[in-house]
């Protein structure tokens, strides 16, 4: 890998977003994802290298960390930070449709769940490898994430709860989708979700962590 996609990666992992960012404490003063991936590209780096041996990678061994608890939470948000920054610079190449995305991921938190951090976390981490997000927010009513399905076919769905007293209208709505789209891949997660709730419900995959969500649609395209 060249130089600069390592320090792109490096940046990423340790969650330096730009040349101002003060943290981490040792990068002080040093470019930071944002600059760099913009220097990528005026050198004539390929957006859809910077993202598959810098940006995933550097993803991916955060989402490892977080999994193995030797980071938490404002760590990984400050990673997911520094890969926004980079990818700012790549968004327009996917919208062009001159990089390709490997598929497009709707997620949400259930209808009566106003709980955030579980479901942007994930959303972070499947943009960053490299996925299309599309994120309905919280409270998401059934019929808003049938109607995300019906303009995104093709789209695997991602629903979080937080709550005990939520998880069955994350039921429902999985029945609903699986009824009108009985092909769908929907992945279920958040802190009460378990893997024998998924079961119980049809759904196809339940995820403790974020990396997990990533990983399972690694295989979904491999």
Partial sequence: MNDILEKIALCVEFGKINKVSPYPPDMKDQDGADELAKRALDEGTKPDEILDKALVPAMAKVGNKFSRKEIYVPQMLMAAKAMNSAMVHLKPYFQ??????????????????????????VAMMIEGGGWEVIDLGVDVSTEKFMKAMDENPGAV???????????????????????????????????????????KIGADYYSPDPQGAVNYLKQLVS
């Fill in 157 to 199: 769905l991602g629903l979080s709860a937080l709550l005990t007293t939520t998880m069955e209208n994350m039921k429902k709505t999985v029945a609903a989708i699986k009824e009108k789209q009985p092909g769908s891949k929907i992945l279920i997660g958040g802190a009460p979700v378990t893997k024998e709730y998924c079961e």
């Fill in 96 to 121: 062009s449709g001159e990089t390709k995305r490997k598929g497009k991921f709707v997620i949400g938190t259930v209808s009566g769940d106003l709980h955030d951090i579980g479901k942007n976390l």
